[in-house]
């Protein structure tokens, strides 16, 4: 049996990539730039008036001037329109190109305006206030967004605003999800007492969508060649299969010798952790990845948190300092002592909340073992605590792997 630690470099040892697509940007949320975004234009793309108000020429000001003409009234998006003579203003607009005949831009409020002349009320005024010069955020072909962030709200706004309808971004490996066990029945139906409504087929479907991705999904009974010729099929259509269930010691856990007799190289089986600890890995010569995660939700939830996440992230993004995809690597403060002695990396249920001092602090949410999945609804994260220590003391502070938003 192999360490948390191991398992997790053997995972990160098969990166792929997927290359790239087209996609429109306003459909592009959630997935990761492939190249930079460029300004077409200077950012701003001319001097753009800041506040509504007059605009003067300074040198008026300086010499005394504090009574100004109005010369017309330009709104945002209207051709600038010039002064012919430097007692002479504009009233002018937010968002208005600054015609080049004036400089600065007088606020409303430090001005009195009656019968078309305009008062200043200010002794002082800056040179060039309430301007944003033209260029100043960034230049004309400037890298605006670099290849590899996550496409956010503000990277869809840089897009909207240099005219790139159609983002290049990485492609997102095709997806199964394979659950298996013949106890499992689907959402609808009514199960005998015996059976229960399959979930983790939907939380995995539902974790990866989070991240753009369209798995598909498929069920197979417990019977050795049934598994056989449906993941054969999957090892011809997918780059990555997830499945769940059937790995274990039961006499029905067909799972891990059809793999192998399909030719998909074991990497590994079985990892010191709870939960989880029957996890088995592994690649297929045509570079297809197997994630067999235990049936036991809580067990698969966790390992998809723990391993396939981190893997699909750097499978997209550069490396980042902290060897994780997107850099998110969050640590909490235990705020309980647990004692947990078997030799086993133990992944806590746990309640992250932001303390007052603005510290995460975990409480833990024990539940009743890998079977009780209703406890996850009251965690929104786990703890990994190591595998070297058995008490673990109020105060300490640990990784947590979130799946949920940590409120305060
Ligand atoms: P297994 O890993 O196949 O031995 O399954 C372990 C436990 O997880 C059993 O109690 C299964 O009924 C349960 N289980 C397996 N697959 C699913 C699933 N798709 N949805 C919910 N529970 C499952
Ligand atoms: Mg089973």
Redesign the pocket.
């Known amino acids: 049996m192999i360490t948390v630690e191991e398992a997790e470099h053997i995972i990160l040892n098969e990166i792929r990539n997927y290359d790239c697509e087209d996609v429109p940007f306003d459909h592009a949320l959630g997935r990761i730039l492939a190249e930079n975004i460029v300004a077409d234009r200077d950012l701003p793309p001319c001097n753009r008036v800041a506040m509504d108000g007059i605009a003067i020429r300074y040198s008026a000001f300086e010499n005394g001037l504090r009574t100004f003409k109005i010369k017309g009234v330009q709104a945002a998006g209207d051709a600038p329109l010039d002064i012919a003579a430097h007692d002479e203003c504009i009233e002018i607009m937010t968002g208005a190109a600054l015609p080049d005949s004036v400089d600065t831009v007088v606020r409303y409020e430090d001005v009195t305006i009656d019968n078309g002349i305009a008062i200043l009320n200010v002794e002082t005024i800056r040179k060039g206030q309430n301007i944003h010069t033209k260029g100043k955020d960034k230049k004309s072909g400037e890298v605006v967004v670099a290849a590899g962030t996550l496409i956010d709200a503000t990277v869809i706004s840089m897009a909207a605003s240099v005219g790139v309808s159609l983002l290049p971004l990485k492609k997102l490996p095709r997806v199964v999800i394979i ?3 013949d ?2 029945v689907d959402t609808n139906a009514q199960p005998l007492s015996h059976q ?8 995995i479907e539902a974790v990866l969508q989070q991240y753009g991705l369209d798995p598909e999904m498929l ?1 197979i009974a ?1 019977d050795i060649q049934a598994t056989k010729e449906k993941i054969k099929n999957c090892l011809l259509q997918y780059d990555v299969i997830i499945l ?5 010691m ?1 006499k ?2 067909y ?1 891990p010798q059809v793999l192998e007799e399909l030719g998909v190289n074991k990497l590994f089986h079985r990892v010191k952790q709870r939960p989880g600890k ?1 996890f088995w890995f592994g690649k297929h010569s045509n570079s297809v990845l197997v994630f067999a ?5 809580v ?2 939830f966790m390992c998809l948190h723990r391993y396939f996440i981190p893997w699909l992230r750097s499978c997209l993004t550069p490396p980042s300092p902290f060897g994780d995809g997107r850099g998110e690597v969050f640590f909490a403060v235990l705020d309980q002592d647990v004692t947990f002695n078997p030799q086993l990396q133990y992944f806590m249920q746990v309640k992250v909340s932001i303390s007052e001092k603005g510290q995460l602090v975990a409480i833990p949410q024990e539940g009743n073992g ?2 009780d ?1 209703a406890n996850l609804i009251d965690s929104n994260a786990f703890m990994e605590l190591p595998l070297e220590k058995s008490n673990f003391k109020k105060g300490e502070v640990y990784r947590i792997w979130p799946f949920k938003q940590i409120l305060a």
């Open positions: 659950t298996t066990g106890e499992l229960i409504r399959s979930s983790n087929n939907y939380t069920h417990d769940c269930g059937g790995i274990s039961g029905f856990d799972v029957p995660f235990p049936g036991n939700p067990s698969a890998s079977g999945y």
